[in-house]
């Protein structure tokens, strides 16, 4: 057996398919609209980087020497009041926050980099981001799905998404602060990624390092934050993680290791993004608009829109397979992600994203209407 065998055997067995790569003959047809295609599948930022970020980008690409693995003390410190001013996060130590190269990449390896594997259990919500599982299989740990985690014995980590990706669902106080209680009894490690916290519609969301959620004691806590949303900064792979001070600084000693290092001037713009609330609020605002139309449009096309309240997607139903309901879209020259992707409780699902341009977005609901 040739090595490229091996290769493609050994990545068979330990990953699943790319979940998008089997959409190839769907968007084929959405891209066959007389009038083009609507991309609603991904969330893709669409909209202009805020030219103070671009400048602070800019303005640090002199930068020839190897970045900083923890980041620089003015990332950390942007990070630490940016956490607090806007989503009213405190208690957070000087050395409690650590740059990732996108929270993706983050995600995908924290098991790894805490040293999961055989015989450990991860716990992903029934409906989820794929590389949740993706990342616990990467370490060969076990996946379970389920929302309600007080069913198993002692998983070595929990992960939470509050605002959720698929369905925007939103976990209140008390049911954080259930899951916390519950963990810390075990000593199990919590990851909530907060991706879309500051994303909020009909609900407001709190992030798990809130005071109200966890009493001022980020012990067990981890908080992923990306600026992919927020601040449309998708293409510059800047996110970070904060809490759990022990497990941060163990997080460090690994990725100082292999080399994982976010590029100086993607700090400096970070740094930019998290001092400045006016560009965030303007996109935030382009979001609201966006799901403004869109929603009634998938109601009056018959769909049920389910949860939503928060995040940058409609997670809607025809009560059909969620293949066919792509398909119908498809038809339309909308191109949608099949529930599927998230978890077998999506399989009557679509996940419609808000991440297009206002003239896409008015297109769509042209074809829905």
Known sequence: MGSESVVRQRRSASLPEFPWDTLADVTALARAHPDGIVDLSVGTPVDPVAPVIRDALAAASASPGYPTTAGTPALRASARSALERRYGITDLAPDAVLPAIGTKELIAWLPSLLGLGAGDTVVVPELAYPTYEVGARLAGADVVRADDVSQFGNPALIYLNSPSNPTGRVLDVDQLRAVV??????????????CYLGL?????????????????????????HSLSKTSSLAGYRAGFVAGDPAVVAELLAVRKHAGMMVPTPVQAAMVA???????????????????????????????????????????????EACRDTVRWLAERGILAAPGEFYGPAGDQYVRVALTATDERIAAAVARLS
């Open 181 to 194: 209680a519950w963990a810390r009894e075990r000593g199990v490690l919590i990851a909530s990624d907060e």
């Open 200 to 224: 909020s519609w009909d609900a407001q969301p709190v992030s798990v390092l809130h005071r109200s959620v966890c009493g001022g004691d980020h012990t067990g806590l981890l908080a992923v």
């Open 273 to 319: 993004a998290l001092d400045d609330d006016e560009h965030e609020a303007v996109q935030r605002e382009r979001y609201r608009q966006r799901r403004a139309v869109l929603l009634p449009a998938m109601r009056a096309a018959g769909f049920t829109v389910e949860h939503s309240e928060a995040g940058l997607y409609l997670w809607a139903t025809r009560r």
